[in-house]
């Protein structure tokens, strides 16, 4: 199958259809209304915006919704007014004929998350920003948000063909694992996926320069920059830390890929060269197919699948998946030490639980590593405590046969990293 055939495919999969957005919007104007009333009601200069891929018509298909609408206070409101003013606006918040529930979520601006009963699907994030006429006036990132909508649908509106490329460029980034900038991802936003399609006009032109990249990347399409040696002077130096640099049309003091990790940029990478020398339909697939990918490869090398279930007590969403990936990295550490970890994956999609899944074998024997021969004190110490030792590199060892199970392994685990599991408020850690 070729690379025009399975894009046609993939657009037909994830692209929502007019009644679908209708259907969206719909739900979106029922949160939207009730919001209207009580900002009125309350007497708060402040009005209401549905932002997003939901605005832009970017959204691709996906078993969840998130619906970025916005609360856009006059500058006249100082930050600690505009904080009052939510908690009026949410205090005893009603949605006439629908159950709902309200949750507040602490950022640099706080804001509120609603879920309506009869729409699980579907959750509404009520972000707080200012009504701005200049994007030098911004106070906070979201305030951004107003100008990002328009200049995604101006552009869009100029070229039909963009809007499908964008969602194209979302389905492949979201099935590798790239799509999000949140710290647990340190992947690509969708407002700088959008950027970086307007300005490659095309998703295979945009892989094509992502898969045979050397050096920094760097996209001013404003042209608010001389040339890319200005950027590289001008531009704040943390902001030029990304494998990409976006420089944001909308304010040229933004790197729009800020968020991008090396680590991610090369992992994606690797999935553009691999999608463009054997094109597949496989890489679209979601990581529903990963978990299996896994299973198959224990099966297949007689090894262990393990699928580790960790729970944190941090608020839900970046602050949450943030330390369980850094609760993943110690645990697959200490795993490391008695199995030999042929594959993982780490799972995180919202709420304050993470998946781990693992393809282990059994160590014949575990090494422990002791000092450097020339700290003879800790070497006599290491000697006293293992009567068996030998000599490698400069350092003494020891070794001893292995037959721990996975499930003693988490029992010693957890004894062994009370103070870790305390500070990093996991409250879970169980095998499924």
């Known amino acids: 199958m070729n690379h025009r055939t399975i894009l046609k495919k993939e657009l037909e999969k994830v692209k929502l259809s007019d009644e679908e957005y209708a259907s969206l919007n719909k739900t979106a104007d029922i949160v939207i209304k009730a919001l209207e009333n009580k900002i009125k009601k309350k007497g708060i200069g402040a009005k209401v915006f549905i932002g997003g891929?939901?605005?832009?018509?970017?959204?691709?298909?996906?078993?969840?919704y998130d619906i970025d609408i916005f609360v856009r206070f006059n500058k006249k409101y100082s930050e600690e007014e505009i904080k009052k003013n939510m908690k009026k606006i949410f205090f005893l918040f009603s949605i006439p004929k629908y159950r709902?529930?309200?949750?507040?979520?602490?950022?640099?601006?706080?804001?509120?998350?609603?879920?309506?009963?009869?729409?699980?699907?579907?959750?509404?994030?009520?972000?707080?920003?200012?009504?701005?006429?200049?994007?030098?006036?911004?106070?906070?990132?979201?305030?951004?948000?107003?100008?990002h909508v328009d200049y995604v649908g101006k552009e869009s509106s100029k070229n039909k063909k963009l809007i499908d490329e964008i969602i194209l460029a979302k389905s492949f980034c979201y099935a590798q694992e790239s799509y999000g900038a949140e710290s647990y991802i340190k992947g690509f936003s969708g407002y700088c996926l959008e950027l970086?399609?307007?300005?490659?006009?095309?998703?295979?032109?945009?892989?094509?320069?992502?898969?045979?990249?050397?050096?920094?990347?760097?996209?001013?399409?404003?042209?608010?920059?001389?040339?890319?040696?200005?950027?590289?002077?001008?531009?704040?130096?943390?902001?030029?830390?990304?494998?990409?640099?976006?420089?944001?049309?909308?304010?040229?003091?933004?790197?729009?890929?800020?968020?991008?990790?090396?680590?991610?940029?090369?992992?994606?990478?690797v999935s553009c060269r691999g999608f463009l020398e054997h094109p597949s339909e496989i890489f679209f697939d979601y990581k529903n197919s990963r978990p299996e990918e896994l299973k198959e490869m224990a099966e297949r090398l007689d090894g262990i699948y393990a699928v580790l279930e960790v729970k944190t007590k941090k608020q839900e969403g970046d602050i949450a998946g943030s330390k369980l990936l850094k609760f993943s990295k110690v645990l697959t550490r200490d795993i490391g030490k008695y199995f030999s970890i042929i594959d993982s994956y780490f799972d995180y999609n919202s709420g304050k639980t993470a998946n781990i899944y693992y393809v282990l074998q059994n160590k014949k024997e575990i090494i422990n590593e002791g000092p450097s021969l020339h700290y003879e004190k800790a070497v006599k110490g290491f000697k006293e405590k293992h009567p068996i030792w030998y000599i490698e590199n400069g350092k003494i060892k020891s070794a001893h046969p292995s037959d721990i199970s996975l499930k003693e392994f988490i029992k010693m685990f957890k004894r062994a990293h009370k103070k870790t599991l305390r500070e990093m408020r996991i409250t879970k850690v169980k095998i499924i």
């Open 196 to 269: 970086l399609i307007i300005h490659y006009k095309s998703f295979m032109k945009f892989i094509k320069e992502i898969a045979k990249a050397e050096e920094k990347i760097i996209i001013d399409s404003a042209k608010y920059y001389k040339n890319k040696n200005a950027i590289l002077k001008e531009l704040n130096k943390s902001k030029l830390l990304s494998p990409i640099v976006v420089i944001d049309p909308t304010f040229k003091a933004r790197n729009a890929s800020g968020a991008l990790s090396h680590e991610t940029f090369n992992k994606f990478k």
């Open 100 to 147: 709902k529930k309200v949750k507040k979520i602490h950022g640099s601006r706080d804001y509120y998350k609603i879920k309506l009963k009869s729409m699980p699907r579907v959750s509404f994030e009520i972000v707080p920003v200012v009504e701005i006429k200049k994007p030098e006036e911004a106070r906070n990132i979201t305030d951004l948000s107003y100008f």
């Open 53 to 64: 891929s939901l605005a832009k018509k970017t959204l691709i298909k996906k078993p969840k």
